[in-house]
């Protein structure tokens, strides 16, 4: 493109007149190309895909990965701690699994946001933005910030038959409240992830919306669509209706699916031995992650895989015995068996793997409202994610919090960040501009990578 005397192109020059709306002034573009020009690159960019675990409803950090095993009773809780294989670095007793990989693990224990609402909160991890003019219990909407998969699907689009992203086994909703960070927001349903509502473990677990209909094979498929596009061509009104716009590009990339079969053989998950199930446990979050590794086998650059259905880790009572029974086993299991899979198959060097849920829980234990027995409540100032593969290095604590586990004392980082450290691991300019809803360019992300995952 043509470059003016100031150094900018003409579009950059347009994007000028839109600084009062954007906060996008001349000033910032060309503070943006000084970075650009002076600031050496972070490390990243190796990743061809990126998993997020997702633990819907906001582990307790402190009874996981931050455990403050000095702090009174009230705050350290039940769980005693563990050694690791980062030495002086204690987990839960029920984290054996991750324990002994934790030299593969890097452990950022000083994220932190100040959105305490499930809902606000799960769309500023999924999306690395915060929810635009976001209020209590905001349901998902087109005005949403598209997640990660819807993104990479606007700047990096494929046409060979592979999604871009696919959110796997549930769909955050309960009642009336649809848990936005879902799907692609303001860039429209062709940018959404494929979504899979059944669990994997069911024994005749498959997946409707990659099949035929019965009767209806390949080679009859194609005729069908050949028939379509004459009707096109002949000036057929109807069919031009119903083959025009978004519709006509969603039904492109289900044909391409369709009748290519790479994804939807990676959706076969009872072809895998029984022996490599059972690794992961026959339960829901061992399936779901087997099924993640099948689809990230595939080519899938976005995999995510919710730890349970919809605030299932919201632990405001009995949050011990929750944990200790129906919580950390599967996940330590099913996560031990994903990065030795992703590990011994040569994917994990290229695959980023993300441990995370929307927010912590806080530090002091108590009865919250009518529930019964010891719980924590919502905490977002401070809580733990864990990031593995595609050149993190292992074996390391990124950030501290203080003694209780309550605020970070070393520079906290953001969602935000979280989320241009996606983007950069999949080689993508996090600070893109991107089309909102009317066109307008919008910077798709304004953190910035977290750099010490891949430093020494």
Known sequence: PHRHTTGLTRREVLQVGYSGLLGIGLTGLLAKQSRAASTPAPQGGKAKSVLIVFLTGGPSHIDTFDVKPDAPAEIRGEFRPIATKIPGVPFCEHLPRFAARADKLAIVRSLSHPETNHLLATHHVLTGTAIPS?????????????????????????????????????????????????????????????????DPNLPNFHVDALGLAAGLGVERLSQRRGLLEQLDSQGDGAAKTFSAGPYADLQARAFTMLTTGK???????????????????????????????????????????????VQNWDSHSDIFSRLKNDLLPPLDQGVAALLDDLEALGLLDQTLVIVVG?????????????????????????????????????????????????????????????????????????????????????????????EALYTA
């Open 358 to 450: 929307e927010f912590g829980r806080t530090p002091k234990l108590g009865t919250q409202g009518k529930s019964k027995g010891i719980g924590r409540d919502h905490w977002a100032r401070a809580f733990t994610g864990v990031f593995a593969g595609a050149g993190v290095r292992g074996g390391q604590v990124i950030g501290k919090t203080d003694k209780i586990g309550a605020f970070p004392t070393t520079p906290p980082f953001t969602p935000d960040d979280v989320g241009a450290t996606v983007y950069h691991a999949l080689g993508v300019d996090w600070d893109a501009d991107i089309p909102d809803q009317f066109g307008r360019p919008v910077r798709l992300n304004r953190g910035q990578p977290i």
């Open 263 to 309: 994804v939807a053989e990676a959706f076969e998950i009872q072809r895998e031995p029984d022996r490599t199930r059972e690794r992961y446990g026959r339960h829901l979050f061992g399936q779901s992650l087997l099924l993640a590794r099948r689809l990230v086998q595939a080519g899938v650059p976005v995999v995510q895989a919710n730890m349970g259905h």
């Open 134 to 198: 976001g209020k209590f219990d905001q349901v998902a909407s087109r005005n949403d910030w598209p997640n990660y998969a819807a993104g990479l699907d606007t700047l990096r689009p494929r046409n060979d038959g592979v999604p871009t992203g696919v959110n796997l086994p549930t769909f955050l909703v309960e009642g009336p409240l649809t848990w936005p960070g879902q799907h692609a927001g303001f860039l429209g349903a062709r940018h959404d992830s494929w979504q899979v509502r059944q």
